[in-house]
């Protein structure tokens, strides 16, 4: 049985669910594939864990760069999603990389000479745990706003808040 609480923040309600002492999501009221990997019961209850993961969000809200490796994080997915959210957890806090860097890394790490940046694409967006999971941190290789579960407008805030600055919808540079 998965234990979920509502956590209020900034871009409005999250979801955080846990099982077994492991952080299973945390998606933003609304977003694409909003609940997809949780496959069992739930029960509204706080748990120690997702006390922890509040207060990393509260650091997170408050640009203070907490560690996500601090948090038990489990996202359920495919061998090759885990992956590409393991690099996802690699990307530095403030700093952006492209679907195609991604893939790149991606194929290097399978042992293959490439990897589809919309295979990568689709792996990052269905990351059940936004915001920890930093899939906000991924632009399209002209260095664009594309692509994220939660709307591209929070995307923006998340990176804003990271202090990297974008015009028009393109990344310029670290504030």
């Known amino acids: 049985m998965y234990q979920t609480i509502l956590y209020p923040s900034p871009l409005g309600l999250l979801l ?16 694409k594939y909003y609940t997809a990997t949780l496959t069992d019961a739930c029960e ?13 969000l509260d650091s997170y809200f ?21 992956l590409v959210w393991n690099l996802l957890l690699e990307i530095p806090y ?19 000479p490439s990897m589809s940046a919309q295979a ?5 967006g269905h990351n059940p745990i936004s915001i920890i999971i930093p899939c906000h941190r991924v632009v399209g290789s002209d260095h664009t706003l594309v692509g994220y579960a939660g709307g591209l407008e929070k995307k923006q805030w998340l990176l804003t808040l990271e202090g990297i600055s974008i015009q028009g919808g393109t990344v310029c540079e670290r504030n």
């Open 16 to 31: 955080l669910a846990s099982e077994k002492e492991q952080l299973k999501g945390l998606w933003i009221e609304g977003q």
């Open 44 to 56: 509204q209850r706080e748990t120690p864990l997702l006390t922890s993961v509040s207060r990393w």
């Open 62 to 82: 408050a640009a203070k760069r907490p560690d996500p490796n601090q948090l038990p994080l489990a996202p359920k997915g495919s061998a090759f999603r885990q």
């Open 94 to 112: 403030g700093q952006v990389v492209t679907y195609r860097q991604i893939a790149q890394k991606a194929a290097q790490r399978m042992g293959r």
């Open 120 to 124: 990568v694409g689709g792996a990052v």
